[in-house]
């Protein structure tokens, strides 16, 4: 994925454990899948991808 790298390489993404990296700001995706196969490195469902606190996905939340 050329974003990822680039955001990689720009140290915007940076290692947040074994298995993800994390945003040091803010970065504008289209869609939840989107930012979260940056933030993964690999293909993921962004709405089920991404909860909040109680632990209830953007699924739960919005649809």
Known sequence: MKTRAHLIKEQ??????????QLRENYLCKTPSG????????????????ANMDGKT?????R
């Open 12 to 21: 915007y993404l940076v290692n947040y454990s074994e298995q993800s990296y």
């Open 58 to 62: 953007l699924s739960d939340v919005y």
């Open 35 to 50: 930012a979260a196969q940056i933030v993964l490195g690999r293909s993921s469902n962004g709405w089920t991808e991404w």
